[in-house]
């Protein structure tokens, strides 16, 4: 299967296929604003040398994200998040994308982080691993990129069997514009209100219900629980 397009359109093909008890391979022709997937695997953004990996023979097994939430269950191939993150992918998609996804994306982050409350958030990675304070974001990451290139998860490694998963604290404006530029090189995981934990399944809860986006779609609202399926797609790579 090829699929054509963004990272929504990869959400969408990966969900039709999770429901199949055959899955064929998939190959990705990127052709859309964030492109963040393809990055992780080494795609191509070139239509030609995308194409040339499609009709090639490279075969890598990932593992799937699965979340349960407000409105159901959802499956994801790349990064999910519960927080800031869902508000900035709202804001990115009703937006013109004359500029490109990394300008676009990092607008819309600043826009919507002036506005932003951080909030108390429960993480509890079920293994005797919990966290309870105010957060600005949750990240749940299987790729390494999010959010047109930002490199929010530099050592994940999507067929390890377990989601990288990326904590945000009580940041502040001044944390916000010292720390901002290092996301595009994943340096920004050394700040003090910035934990990087690893786990097999996460529950996310708030006393507010925040909301969930998913390889970049806002798709509902917390409670949620995020669970690896290992070894669930194989794709298309150079």
């Given at each position: ?8 359109t990869?959400n969408e093909?990966?969900n039709g296929?999770m429901?199949?008890?055959?899955r064929p ?11 963040d997937?393809v990055?992780?695997?080494g795609?191509?953004n070139r239509?030609e040398d ?11 097994t990932i593992?799937?994200?699965r979340?349960?939430h407000?409105?159901?269950k959802?499956?994801?191939a790349?990064v ?9 992918a709202?804001?990115a998609?009703g937006?013109?994308?004359?500029l490109?996804?990394?300008a676009t ?9 002036l506005?932003?409350q951080?909030?108390p958030?429960?993480?509890d990675?079920?293994?005797?691993t ?10 749940v ?5 999010h959010g047109?290139?930002?490199m ?6 999507p067929?390890d069997?377990?989601f990288d998963?990326?904590l ?9 514009a010292?720390?901002?530029p290092?996301i595009?090189?994943?340096?920004y995981?050394a700040?003090?209100k ?5 786990a097999r ?6 006393p507010?219900?925040?909301?969930i986006?998913l ?9 949620a629980r995020f669970e690896?399926?290992?070894?669930a797609l ?5």
């Open positions: 299967m090829v699929a054509v397009g963004g990272d929504g990869m093909v990966v296929l429901r199949r008890d055959e391979v998939l190959a990705v022709i990127p052709l859309g604003t964030g492109m997937f990055r992780t695997y795609i191509a239509f995308a194409v040339g990996v499609a009709a090639g023979d490279g075969v890598r593992d799937v994200g979340v349960e407000s409105r159901g959802r499956y994801f790349n999910g998040s519960v927080g800031m993150s869902a508000a900035v709202q804001r998609n937006m013109s994308k004359a490109g996804g990394k994306f990092f607008y819309a982050l600043t826009r919507v982080f506005e932003w951080n909030t958030i429960s993480v990675l079920g293994d005797g919990r966290r309870e304070a105010r957060m600005h974001d949750v990240i990451a299987n790729g390494r990129w047109g290139a930002m929010l998860a530099p050592d994940a490694e067929d069997g377990l998963v990326i945000i604290g009580d940041i502040n404006k001044r944390d916000f010292t720390t901002a290092k595009y090189k994943g340096t995981l700040h003090p910035v934990e990087l934990l690893r399944a996460v529950s996310v809860e708030a507010e219900r925040l909301p986006e390889d970049g779609e806002q798709v509902g609202a917390t409670p690896v399926v290992p070894r194989r794709v298309r790579v150079p």
